[in-house]
């Protein structure tokens, strides 16, 4: 069975930080990119920040030079490191595996940045 667990979500003042983790288990096709989504109330969900297997990067523009993704290929776990963190960076963060076969979607963790 698989299953992301993510942690590291909460509640936090205007530029502070926190720092995601999605580890993922039961996968048993090659797992392609690893990433981060994030989705808040009445918006559609984007795009905040990928890495391939071999740690080619990607980042949503509003987080370029703030938030730092990172994995670990023999943990199977993906790390996102947000720093400077604004209002509007408020939402639910979701993980996603993209596997040479299915995609995979955790749970979501909600990240309040307070102004």
């Known amino acids: 069975q698989v299953q992301l667990v993510e942690s590291g979500g909460g509640l936090v003042q205007a530029g502070g930080s926190l720092r995601l983790s999605c580890a993922a288990s039961?996968?048993?096709?090659?797992?392609?990119?690893m990433g981060w989504y994030r989705q808040d109330t009445g918006k559609q969900r984007e795009l905040v920040a990928g890495?391939?297997?071999?740690?080619?990067?990607r980042y949503a523009d509003s987080v370029k030079g703030r938030f730092t993704i990172s994995r670990d290929n023999a943990k199977n776990t993906v790390y996102l490191q947000m720093n400077s963190l604004k209002p509007e960076d408020t939402a639910v963060y979701y993980c996603?595996?993209?596997?040479?076969?299915?995609?995979?979607w955790g749970q979501g963790t909600q990240v309040t940045v307070s102004s």
């Open positions: 890495i391939t297997s071999g740690g080619r990067t």
């Open positions: 996603n595996v993209d596997t040479t076969r299915y995609d995979y």
């Open positions: 039961g996968i048993t096709f090659g797992i392609n990119v």
